[in-house]
């Protein structure tokens, strides 16, 4: 059957669909392109500028320089990346088993316990309640611990895997009993293979969830060398100086020319670059994933 000609309507309303998103888009991209182009820029140069900065003016690299000579961040670097780490493998174990759980028809009180963790996401105890139970209960105060398990679990990502698993055909779990295997087995091997995308959208969120947090260091850390690559960037942003300078290091200066003083703007800018840069190359292995993860998990079939 022949396709017929869009109408005078359809093809105004894909005209304004490709407009918004192009808007959308630009309005995504113009401050990271604002950011790097600052950062490659000279310091003297970006500090008269005002507004967006659409080019490179005096293309160098001092900025960049001065950063990696700074102890805190290297050691941010490696506090974020351990908490990045060992916080999504714990994320996913107890989310995974819990959704598990959570979508067997023979589990008692399954929904009223999932009622339970949903009206979570709408009412908590608050931050202060949550400040007293992880620094007087559980005695977590200034311990890396602090960082990894309060968010351990979260209650949307549990219900977005919980409905994945809920579409997968329970003749496969019911096959895989009469063959003799148990409920690890038949989680592992048989229902985690084929929500992988699930898995991976819930992973990035996760992921991208670690790596910006920094409130939680704020208020629970207090040892400079427990803080997170982020905790230090919004030093830098706030206090309008280095980080080598508020901490007692030190920054070798002899290869750079002109006052130091002059690259505090340059700094943050190549701060933001090089916090976000891992991000920016993570993404792409996850985002095949994204959208069918999402769909899978959000709609039950």
Same mark, same amino acid.
């Given at each position: 059957?022949?396709?017929?000609?869009?109408?005078?309507?359809?093809?105004?309303?894909?005209?304004?669909?490709?407009?918004?998103?192009?808007?959308?888009?630009?309005?995504?991209?113009?401050?990271?392109?604002?950011?790097?182009?600052?950062?490659?820029?000279?310091?003297?140069?970006?500090?008269?500028?005002?507004?967006?900065?659409?080019?490179?003016?005096?293309?160098?690299?001092?900025?960049?320089?001065?950063?990696?000579?700074?102890?805190?961040?290297?050691? &941010?670097?490696?506090?974020?990346? =351990?908490?990045? @780490?060992?916080?999504?493998?714990?994320?996913? /174990?107890? %989310? *995974? !088993?819990?959704?598990?759980?959570?979508?067997?028809?023979?589990?008692?009180?399954?929904?009223?316990?999932?009622?339970?963790?949903?009206?979570?996401?709408?009412?908590?105890?608050?931050?202060?309640?949550?400040?007293?139970?992880?620094?007087?209960?559980?005695?977590?105060?200034?311990?890396?611990?602090?960082?990894?398990?309060?968010?351990?679990?979260?209650?949307?990502?549990?219900?977005?895997?919980?409905?994945?698993?809920?579409?997968?055909?329970?003749?496969?779990?019911?096959?895989?009993?009469?063959?003799?295997? &148990?409920?690890?087995?038949?989680? =592992?091997?048989? @229902?985690?293979?084929?929500?992988?995308?699930? /898995?991976? %959208? *819930? !992973?990035?969120?996760?992921?991208?969830?670690?790596?910006?947090?920094?409130?939680?260091?704020?208020?629970?850390?207090?040892?400079?060398?427990?803080?997170?690559?982020?905790?230090?960037?919004?030093?830098?942003?706030?206090?309008?100086?280095?980080?080598?300078?508020?901490?007692?290091?030190?920054?070798?200066?002899?290869?750079?020319?002109?006052?130091?003083?002059?690259?505090?703007?340059?700094?943050?800018?190549?701060?933001?670059?090089?916090?976000?840069?891992?991000?920016?190359?993570?993404?792409?292995?996850?985002?095949?994933?994204?959208?069918?993860?999402?769909?899978?998990?959000?709609?039950?079939?």
């Amino acid at each position: 059957m022949a396709i017929r000609n869009k109408s005078v309507g359809s093809r105004i309303f894909d005209l304004i669909n490709i407009l918004f998103f192009a808007a959308v888009i630009v309005a995504c991209i113009m401050p990271v392109w604002h950011v790097v182009c600052a950062s490659f820029s000279d310091a003297s140069w970006v500090l008269n500028q005002t507004g967006i900065i659409w080019r490179i003016s005096g293309f160098n690299v001092n900025g960049y320089k001065l950063v990696f000579q700074n102890n805190s961040i290297w050691t &941010g670097f490696a506090n974020t990346i =351990f908490y990045v @780490v060992t916080g999504t493998l714990l994320s996913m /174990l107890l %989310t *995974v !088993m819990g959704a598990y759980a959570f979508s067997r028809k023979d589990f008692l009180w399954s929904n009223p316990v999932m009622f339970g963790i949903s009206f979570t996401m709408m009412f908590s105890g608050g931050m202060i309640p949550s400040y007293i139970l992880v620094t007087q209960t559980l005695h977590m105060y200034d311990s890396r611990l602090a960082m990894i398990i309060p968010t351990a679990m979260n209650a949307f990502n549990l219900i977005i895997i919980r409905t994945a698993m809920q579409n997968v055909p329970a003749s496969l779990e019911e096959s895989a009993m009469l063959d003799g295997a &148990g409920r690890f087995t038949i989680l =592992f091997k048989i @229902v985690l293979p084929l929500i992988k995308a699930t /898995l991976a %959208t *819930v !992973m990035l969120y996760m992921v991208v969830g670690q790596w910006n947090s920094w409130f939680n260091a704020l208020i629970y850390l207090r040892t400079r060398t427990k803080f997170p690559l982020q905790l230090i960037l919004r030093e830098i942003l706030i206090t309008a100086t280095d980080t080598a300078k508020s901490s007692g290091n030190t920054i070798d200066s002899s290869s750079i020319s002109g006052d130091l003083t002059l690259y505090k703007q340059l700094i943050k800018y190549c701060t933001i670059v090089v916090s976000t840069v891992p991000m920016f190359i993570f993404y792409p292995f996850i985002q095949k994933y994204f959208e069918s993860g999402v769909m899978i998990g959000a709609i039950k079939g």
